[in-house]
């Protein structure tokens, strides 16, 4: 069962592609935060959901929020695929323990070993205010991310 909006998000500290500790609860009182699950670096749906975020950028990384994006691949593929694609956000890796961060999100897809796309908008006070889980195959729609945070 995937976290449910009204529900205090699950804490993480996981590190991004360059390596540094990323604590979700460093960004309560501050940001808004668009936590991202998604399935495998490189390949087409999830490199397509990505170039939107960073297509819209100012809307997920500016003064009252921040984008965070989670795979369970490993920082150092995730450095490469980020410099490759030109992502300025940060791509977490939740590679070990394998998938920890995504099973406490209850998205996990334990024969796939991966994520699924899963979405949760959490707010300043650390409170989920969105989701959306879709699986493995299906893309989802970044401009439902930006009316949550219009209404934030």
């Given at each position: 069962?995937?976290?449910?909006?009204?529900?205090?998000?699950?804490?993480?500290?996981?590190?991004?592609?360059?390596?540094?500790?990323?604590?979700?609860?460093?960004?309560?009182?501050?940001?808004?935060?668009?936590?991202?699950?998604?399935?495998?670096?490189?390949?087409?749906?999830?490199?397509?959901?990505l170039?939107?975020?960073?297509?819209?950028?100012?809307?997920?990384?500016?003064?009252?929020?921040?984008?965070?994006?989670?795979?369970?691949?490993?920082?150092?593929?995730?450095?490469?695929?980020?410099?490759?694609?030109?992502?300025?956000?940060?791509?977490?890796s939740?590679?070990?323990?394998?998938?920890?961060?995504?099973?406490?999100?209850?998205?996990?897809?334990?024969?796939?070993?991966?994520?699924?796309?899963?979405?949760?908008?959490?707010?300043?006070?650390?409170?989920?205010?969105?989701?959306?889980?879709?699986?493995?195959?299906?893309?989802?729609?970044?401009?439902?991310?930006?009316?949550?945070?219009?209404?934030?």
């Amino acid at each position: 069962m995937s976290v449910e909006v009204g529900q205090q998000a699950p804490d993480f500290t996981l590190r991004n592609q360059h390596g540094e500790p990323v604590t979700l609860s460093s960004y309560r009182g501050e940001k808004n935060v668009v936590v991202v699950f998604y399935p495998w670096a490189f390949t087409g749906t999830c490199t397509g959901e990505l170039g939107e975020i960073q297509d819209r950028i100012a809307s997920f990384d500016n003064d009252d929020t921040v984008t965070l994006v989670i795979s369970c691949d490993s920082r150092y593929s995730l450095r490469i695929y980020a410099e490759r694609e030109g992502y300025t956000f940060s791509l977490l890796s939740d590679f070990w323990p394998h998938g920890a961060i995504a099973r406490t999100y209850g998205v996990f897809h334990e024969d796939a070993g991966v994520a699924i796309r899963g979405t949760f908008i959490v707010d300043k006070q650390g409170t989920v205010r969105f989701t959306i889980v879709k699986s493995i195959d299906d893309a989802r729609d970044p401009g439902a991310y930006e009316k949550t945070l219009a209404e934030l």
